[in-house]
């Protein structure tokens, strides 16, 4: 499969926001949040935003402490990690207002469990001056928006939800060698439920029918009853 990214309406979306960030006027808030179910391309897409807008890409996990996140952001952006928090957090403050750039934190789910990681990055936030994406499962925004202090400070709310058809052609384009036909690609649409993860894996099984066949488009017909996905069991009477 192609590795070009697929310029979906959530994938449109969301740099549209980060982008507006980037250019707010003076006294307007930067900060954004992601969130959306598993499967929907959170991850992908925040990695080519980062990609494309030089971004600071950051994520967390379980074990993350303050000096943890202060850390991995030191290494980010170049600088030598310290041993005590403070100088991290004013070394940090100084490269980010010197050179502004969003900083895309992602499973930011974790940021919940200890309330000193999200008043450091507030902190580091409100004096650099620098745009903060937060990336987080389905929950997250309604969890944030319980969080008077900080949720103030979002401007930008972003969900990712399922796929259309449109982008489903979107994505077959852009990731497929092979051709999917209409028909084919509707079954994927509908068998996937309009998850993207799902229907990338159900289109790179596609491909690789194809190609084993030497067809340049796959039909539906084609297809048959084979199975799209790894934990779809396969039918009786599939070819």
Not at 209 to 223: H, I
């Amino acid at each position: 499969m192609r590795t070009e990214m697929a310029m979906t309406k959530n994938v449109r979306r969301f740099l549209a926001a980060v982008r507006e960030l980037s250019d707010r006027p003076l006294g307007v808030e930067g900060m954004a949040i992601l969130w959306g179910d598993p499967g929907e391309g959170k991850s992908t897409t925040v990695a080519f935003a980062c990609n494309a807008l030089d971004g600071i890409f950051l994520r967390a996990n379980a074990c993350w402490t303050i000096t943890s996140m202060l850390s991995a952001l030191m290494t980010e952006l170049g600088l030598p990690r310290y041993g005590r928090k403070a100088p991290m957090v004013d070394a940090a403050v100084k490269a980010m207002s010197e050179r502004p750039r969003p900083i895309f934190i992602d499973e930011a789910d974790y940021l919940l469990r200890v309330k000193d990681l999200l008043d450091v990055m507030r902190d580091i936030y409100d004096v650099s001056g620098a745009p903060v994406v937060l990336i987080g499962m389905e929950d997250f925004a309604r969890k944030v928006q319980s969080i008077g202090k900080f949720a103030r400070r979002v401007t930008q709310w972003v969900k990712f939800s399922g796929i259309d058809a449109e982008d489903a052609r979107t994505l077959a384009d852009a990731l497929c060698e092979v051709t999917v036909a209409d028909d084919l690609l509707a079954h994927v649409h509908q068998a996937a439920r309009s998850n993207i993860g799902r229907m990338v894996t159900g289109l790179s099984r596609i491909e690789q029918f194809g190609r084993l066949n030497a067809l340049d488009s796959v039909t539906r017909k084609e297809w048959g009853n084979r199975p799209l996905f790894y934990d779809q069991p396969r039918f009786k009477g599939g070819r």
